[in-house]
């Protein structure tokens, strides 16, 4: 059961935007709606960011936004602050019952 | 507000066995299903298993098949899981997770609890 495929880290400065990618096949990502996406700061569980792709639970900041292409999701952050530098997962459901998790990005606030 | 508080994690040997359980409050744990990931020191998520609301549906990620059990008591708002033969490999961070309403996500994550496999 191998892992989505994310980009081992990213970096950017303040009030910029990144993307983070997130690549599956087509019984994951491809296949269904259901990507979401974790923020997680060093000795913290993981935070729900986004769900069901491009949704962001209450509370969350609409400077997170969700999307996908084909087999690719992608979190994107605009206007980085210091306090989005973490460990960014994507998540998906996997035919079978099944999840998946992404192999964590490790986002750099310059 | 939701809470999951996950308990039972320690030292433990290759081979041997370990039940953690994983308390839930704030919500009717009985309308969603639940899930264990870990988290290996260091490293990434990886997903364990899931329980529906009713323990009808059971499922494992291949890596554990055969070796843990997921359970719940919904008597006691609790989740469980059995991990027997165990590896250097299954040490990791243990998060209880809860499914959402519309079962497409994990909305609520407990803080963990340390399995650690050495001899």
């Known amino acids: 059961q191998s892992a989505l495929t994310q980009p081992a880290s990213v970096s950017g400065s303040p009030g910029q935007s990144i993307t983070i990618s997130c690549t599956g096949t087509?019984?994951?990502?491809?296949?269904?709606?259901?990507v979401s996406w974790f923020q997680q700061h060093p000795g913290k569980a993981p935070k729900l960011i986004i769900y069901?792709?491009?949704n962001r639970p209450s509370g969350v900041s609409n400077l997170f936004s969700g999307s996908k292409s084909g087999n690719t999701a992608s979190l994107t952050i605009s206007g980085l602050q210091a306090e989005d530098e973490a460990d960014y997962y994507c998540?998906?459901?996997?035919?079978?019952?099944?999840?998946?998790f992404g192999g964590g990005t490790k986002l750099t606030v310059l | 507000e939701v809470q999951l508080v996950e308990s039972g994690g320690g030292l433990v040997h290759p081979g041997r066995s370990l039940r953690l359980s994983c308390a839930a409050s704030?919500?009717?744990?009985?309308?969603?299903?639940m899930h264990w990931v870990r988290q290996p020191p260091g490293k990434g998520l990886e997903w364990v298993s899931g329980?529906?609301?009713?323990?009808?549906?059971?499922v494992y990620a291949d890596s554990v098949k055969g070796r843990f059990t997921i359970s719940r008591d919904n008597a006691k708002n609790s989740l469980y899981l059995q991990m027997n033969s165990l590896r250097a490999e299954d040490t990791a961070f243990y998060y209880c997770?809860?499914?959402?309403?519309?079962?497409?996500?994990?909305?609520?994550w407990g803080q963990g609890t340390l399995v650690t496999v050495s001899s």
């Open positions: 997770a809860r499914k959402s309403h519309r079962e497409t996500f994990f909305d609520y």
């Open positions: 704030g919500s009717t744990f009985d309308d969603y299903a």
């Open positions: 329980i529906s609301w009713n323990s009808g549906t059971i």
């Open positions: 087509s019984s994951d990502v491809g296949g269904y709606n259901y």
């Open positions: 069901d792709v491009s």
């Open positions: 998540c998906s459901y996997r035919s079978g019952s099944t999840w998946v």
